[in-house]
């Protein structure tokens, strides 16, 4: 008997392993509910993210799910166990800028930053919900560099969305100086210019590695929001949400269709420099003609993989623009010499040695972004809008009237080109400071006025889903009309967002950072900080 009921509960226990093994495949192969959000705003400085955080934690509670603001300045401020509040506005802002470039330098982490926001992810996460993933969004206010962005899409993948405000440069500066005046009571010299300064910094510490770079990590949005429209915003936004929520019956806009095709025509290019595409559009959304920015082949278009003979400059091995840098700098440096003009200093070196330190040695920083290390004419590549403009004119198709749509936005070379050939509207996304089309070209262009121009060519910025969300977003993730053929209500799908996950597996990232990677952060920053 006892051997009977020995074998019985063994035989029970194999029943129930069975049963458990067999709910734990059922379970791993379901995806989870109310998965967890994040979102990170990038705004440059003099962008009001307020009404942003406002009109998007308002959206999320209507969506049922619980929003938390992290703010990265208090954080880096907590870092260094400082606070920055009481000093004016410009000190204020400057000194948040330093500390934050500080951190990411001295620890050699571009997302340092960002890191001490994932630490209040996880303490929010163990105050709210016991450490668990519910129905929680969080709100991380601001980015400030690429690296951040490249660290929070590894760490959270798909529920992972960043948000780009834009708002025009001489509306931020303005904005700016009167805030920074305000705190000064009227009584600071010239804010404007020191505005100026600080939205220059802003945008890119160009001498600093790792300094901050606002200019570089905007363009990596998911969202392209116009920071100057309350009801803008909060259609924008919301629209946005609920494509996340599964509202398949949400589809592209005109121009979310342009820049989608521009961004992937951007991807033919095998430019040694960078890709960048552009798409010509009728206004009524049909499309004229594409390009890219490479090397053009006889008989028209540039070439194509495994087209006989091609030449693009990747083939040669050499950017020829970069080589006819070297040209004209050596040129230059050898007729001051051969003139006295030069330094003592200077001519101790060989001038090819001169010119090499210059343009990639040691004194690089001495000629960086001056107009000769940005000269344009010299290369080989046809650039995009004139590969689109020219693609247009070999199949006989007027592009008057209509959009062309940029990843980029046009260098004076090409806005001279997209004025003549009576283009009405640009629509670009990523800004191009070196471009001198609007000094040059002030009579014929309008650039990112607060209303279109009737007379002139209205350059505009993008607004809307980015291409790197155009086909996940756009795609359908559940049937839009039940057996009986009727439409489907995505309201009646629970709030569930269309983010399938399984496991995890970003708790698992989050605790390997907060425990390994900020106590190396702090040892780093205060090995430094005690040895000065």
């Not at 033919?268 to 920015?293: F, H, M, T």
């Amino acid at each position: 008997m006892a051997g009977k009921s020995s074998e019985g509960r063994n035989r029970n226990r194999r029943k129930s392993s069975q049963g458990s093994s067999a709910e734990a495949e059922v379970s791993s192969l379901t995806p989870r509910k109310d998965p967890e959000l994040v979102f990170g705003l990038v705004g440059p400085i003099g962008v009001n993210l307020d009404p942003v955080i406002a009109v998007l934690k308002s959206q999320l509670n209507g969506l049922k799910y619980t929003p938390h603001v992290v703010r990265l300045s208090e954080q880096i401020e907590s870092f260094f166990d400082t606070s920055h509040n009481s000093k004016p506005e410009a000190e204020r802002i400057a000194a948040l800028m330093d500390a934050g470039t500080r951190l990411r330098v001295e620890s050699d982490e571009g997302a340092a930053v960002a890191m001490l926001g994932l630490a209040v992810i996880r303490q929010l996460r163990d105050d709210h919900s016991g450490g668990k993933p519910s129905r929680q969004a969080f709100i991380l206010r601001s980015l400030k560099h690429p690296k951040e962005v490249e660290m929070l899409r590894a760490v959270y993948g798909k529920g992972f969305f960043l948000i780009s405000v834009y708002s025009p440069r001489d509306v931020r500066v303005t904005a700016l100086s009167e805030k920074i005046s305000r705190s000064q009571f009227g009584i600071g010299a010239n804010p404007r210019a020191t505005a100026e300064a600080l939205v220059q910094k802003d945008e890119q510490e160009e001498s600093i590695p790792l300094g901050q770079d606002v200019k570089d990590a905007f363009p990596l949005a998911d969202l392209f929001v116009d920071g100057r429209s309350k009801s803008t915003m909060d259609f924008q936004i919301g629209r946005f949400l609920q494509l996340i929520f599964g509202n398949s019956f949400l589809t592209p806009s005109r121009d979310e269709h342009g820049i989608y095709h521009a961004r992937s025509a951007a991807l033919r290019s095998a430019d040694l420099n960078r890709q960048v595409g552009a798409a010509i559009l009728k206004p009524e959304g049909d499309i004229i003609a594409v390009g890219c920015n490479d090397v053009p082949k006889s008989g028209g278009d540039m070439y194509w993989p495994g087209d006989k003979d091609d030449a693009r400059d990747f083939q040669k091995g050499i950017d020829s623009m970069a080589d006819e840098r070297v040209q004209v700098l050596g040129e230059m440096l050898e007729r001051l010499n051969t003139n006295g003009l030069l330094s003592t200093k200077a001519t101790e070196k060989d001038i090819s040695l001169l010119v090499q330190n210059l343009i990639s040695g040691a004194d690089k920083k001495i000629l960086k972004n001056t107009r000769i290390m940005n000269i344009l004419e010299y290369g080989r590549s046809v650039h995009a809008e004139m590969a689109a403009l020219m693609s247009a004119a070999r199949l006989g198709v007027s592009v008057a009237g209509a959009t062309l749509y940029c990843t980029t936005f046009p260098c004076h070379m090409c806005a001279r080109h997209i004025v003549a050939s009576g283009i009405k509207r640009v629509v670009y996304i990523e800004p191009y400071p070196k471009s001198k089309a609007k000094q040059l070209h002030q009579d014929s262009i309008s650039i990112d006025a607060p209303t279109a121009s009737r007379t002139q060519v209205n350059f505009e910025p993008f607004q809307g889903i980015a291409p790197r969300q155009y086909q996940e977003i756009f795609e359908p993730s559940r049937p839009r009309k039940d057996d009986d053929g009727r439409a489907v209500d995505w309201r009646e799908m629970g709030h569930q967002p269309r983010i399938v996950r399984y496991i995890d597996t970003y708790l698992q990232l989050e605790q390997l950072i907060v425990g390994r990677e900020i106590p190396n952060l702090l040892a780093k920053l205060g090995v430094k900080l005690s040895a000065g």
